[in-house]
């Protein structure tokens, strides 16, 4: 049975609601292709879940056991008494994984690793689609150049994502539904306002791109097909935690925005 590991990067888990932790569960123990639990999976049979379920609050540390085992080599688990490794260790495991490039990437802090994981997803996904969509992207943008490059609409993606939080949180939930994790109702929850219609129109080209993300890279071990899809999730939850953190601080405080960016808003 997993034994949870101190983890700092995890322990966010338990500020989540249990809508948010459903989707997680899911990723952990559901195989999407057949939608039956999956062969490694020991969370449907740990005490705390028989015994909490579907209160997945009050049995976060058991969600984020069974995350740290698939990020760990099961005879060394035995060897740490059912203990998997950190948060960090994983993440950084799956950017080797997918290639996403990373310097010295220890003292980073974790958001700054989950941000170039999805940053180096969409890259490789826009090297992997023809000018024609490339340019259609670009064009979306706002970039009417005649000749554009994957690195040029990087950009410009990178430019939309910085307006809004929400906008990554789409497109991690895009990705996952292409992965077979069906996220309807969450990504309901956490995407409550429509956007304009051209944000509609970028966000599909974007996502027409990452289509066939999982195609691109040699997934040969199962715990990739949990932990690359565990950590965008999970990056999408601390997205989320870290907005409403600051949300409340900034009402806590009676905080004002004009005054103390000295502009409009």
């Known amino acids: 049975m997993a034994t949870y590991r101190n983890d700092s990067d995890l322990v966010f888990l338990k500020q989540c609601t249990n ?12 195989d999407p292709k057949d939608n039956t639990l999956r062969f490694t999976e020991t969370l449907t049979s740990d005490a705390n879940y028989k015994r909490h379920y579907p209160n997945h609050q009050l049995y976060w540390k058991s969600i984020a056991a069974e995350l740290q085992t698939f990020g760990a080599n099961s005879g060394m688990n035995l060897l740490r008494q059912g203990k998997g490794v950190c948060y ?9 994984r997918t290639n996403t490039m990373l310097s010295e990437p220890s003292p980073f802090f974790i958001e700054k690793i989950e941000d170039a994981l999805l940053n180096s ?12 969509d490339l340019k259609k992207i670009a064009a979306e ?25 929400l906008i990554s949180n789409y497109l991690i939930f895009s990705i996952l539904n292409n992965f077979g994790f069906k996220s309807g109702n969450i990504m309901t929850v956490m995407l409550p306002r ?14 027409l791109a990452i289509n066939h993300l999982w195609l691109l890279f040699n997934i040969t071990g199962p715990a990739y097909r949990v932990t690359i899809p565990a950590c965008l999730y999970i990056a999408t939850l601390r997205k989320k935690y870290n ?5 409340n601080h900034i009402l806590k405080n ?9 502009k409009n808003l």
């Open 194 to 207: 429509p956007y304009p219609r051209r944000y509609q129109e970028l966000v599909l080209s974007i996502c």
């Open 243 to 247: 907005d409403a953190k600051i949300t």
């Open 121 to 132: 997803l969409l890259k490789q996904s826009l090297e992997n689609i023809s000018q024609k």
């Open 19 to 30: 809508e948010d932790l459903e989707l997680l569960i899911s990723i952990l123990t559901v």
């Open 88 to 96: 960090r260790e994983i993440l950084i495991d799956v950017c080797n």
């Open 254 to 262: 009676n905080i004002d925005l004009k005054k103390m960016m000295g």
């Open 141 to 165: 943008l706002g970039n009417v150049n005649s000749k554009v490059t994957p690195s040029m609409v990087m950009m410009g993606i990178q430019n939309f994502i910085t307006s809004s939080s």
